[in-house]
């Protein structure tokens, strides 16, 4: 497997992580989503009516960031996910043209997107130093549009990964996926597909990023049929866990709320339960669902 060679290579860059070394997560903000207080969190199985904000009163709608996570590791430079593209705010400002046509009409009426100056992925990585092409490995964790439309921001990353799972459920024909997924959002880009090569997690499928078990994808469908949560850990066992839309706040695992969008409700139930698992344990310094409000732009060390 291509892995395989390339984690050589990174370890004769790097050198050998140990449990001395430090990890940096940053926890960055890549825009806001607006949406059906039902989306994030389907109280009363309300239906896929009220999940589209379908008969829901405009002032009860809630704004969420997109949230994005550049991992500082001492074996590499990783970005998870790439939130909002420009091409949403081209002037930084609420577009509703810029939107529809990068979303699509049918989507946006139940999915609007801003991203502010300042606020794009890209734009972020730089204030913090970082170009884009020093990116040894950005990690989409599925392939809805607050995602992965950042994507192109930083097609000049070494590998640009998605699970083969991912991309299997995202080609097949369906008029939930028509609506929900456009392959214009990652046209060009040189996506890499990895397959699981591990057995954690609530399915027993993940992925050894850099075969040292200090970052794994982790198989949490559901949601999506690929979905990946990302758990971070360090020489010492403490560790992050990366819930993506496999949670959308901490009270989604603390009370047991399943998001409104699923593929499979089975897994995706099980899938939550083992984030609740997980981020109760002792062990878990943080537990980051993608647009929980109560999460802040911030830095963990590991």
């Known amino acids: 497997m291509w892995l395989t060679a390339y984690s050589g290579q990174h370890k004769a860059r790097y050198g050998c992580?140990?449990?001395?070394?430090?990890?940096?997560?940053?926890?960055?903000?890549c825009g806001l989503v607006h949406t059906s207080p039902y989306l994030p969190f389907d109280t009363g199985r309300a239906g896929m009516l009220k999940v589209a904000g379908i008969g829901v009163p405009a002032k009860d709608w809630v704004w969420m960031p997109v949230s994005a996570y550049y991992i500082e590791h001492p074996e590499a430079k990783i970005l998870v996910d790439t939130g909002w593209s420009r091409r949403m705010?081209?002037?930084g400002l609420p577009d509703k043209k810029a939107q529809i046509a990068e979303?699509?009409?049918?989507?946006?009426?139940?999915?609007?997107?801003?991203?502010?100056?300042?606020e794009a992925v890209d734009e972020q990585l730089k204030n913090l130093g970082v170009n884009t092409s020093d990116?040894?490995?950005?990690?989409?964790?599925?392939?809805?549009?607050?995602?992965?439309?950042?994507?192109?921001q930083v097609a000049d990353a070494r590998h640009i990964l998605v699970s083969e799972a991912e991309m299997k459920f995202v080609?097949?024909?369906?008029?939930?996926?028509?609506?929900?997924?456009?392959?214009?959002?990652?046209?060009?880009?040189?996506?890499?597909?990895?397959?699981?090569?591990?057995?954690?997690g609530p399915f027993g499928r993940s992925f050894d990023l850099l075969g040292d078990k200090s970052v794994q994808l982790i198989?949490?469908?559901?949601?999506?049929?690929?979905?990946?949560?990302?758990?971070?850990?360090?020489?010492?066992?403490?560790?992050?866990?990366?819930?993506?839309d496999?949670?959308?706040?901490?009270?989604?695992?603390?009370?047991m709320i399943l998001p409104g969008?699923?593929?499979?409700?089975?897994?995706?139930?099980?899938?939550?339960?083992?984030?609740?698992?997980?981020?109760?344990?002792?062990d878990c310094v943080e537990s980051l669902a993608n647009h929980d409000v109560e999460v802040k732009p911030h830095v963990i060390e590991l």
Not at 23 to 29: F, M, P, T, Y
Not at 106 to 113: I, P, V, W
Not at 171 to 200: A, C, D, Y
Not at 220 to 228: A, D, K, N, Q, S
């Open 17 to 29: 992580y140990t449990d001395m070394d430090t990890i940096k997560i940053h926890v960055l903000h």
């Open 103 to 118: 979303l699509g009409r049918l989507l946006y009426t139940m999915n609007q997107g801003y991203l502010p100056a300042g």
């Open 261 to 282: 969008i699923a593929d499979n409700r089975r897994e995706q139930l099980l899938s939550l339960q083992w984030i609740r698992e997980m981020s109760m344990n002792g």
């Open 89 to 91: 705010s081209p002037e």
């Open 171 to 200: 080609r097949q024909f369906s008029l939930t996926n028509k609506v929900r997924f456009r392959s214009q959002w990652w046209k060009g880009v040189p996506l890499e597909l990895f397959p699981w090569n591990g057995n954690e």
């Open 246 to 255: 496999g949670a959308y706040g901490s009270k989604s695992w603390q009370d």
């Open 135 to 152: 990116l040894d490995y950005v990690i989409l964790t599925h392939l809805d549009c607050d995602h992965v439309c950042g994507v192109r």
């Open 219 to 244: 198989n949490i469908p559901g949601h999506t049929e690929g979905l990946v949560a990302v758990k971070i850990t360090n020489g010492k066992g403490k560790y992050v866990l990366i819930d993506s």
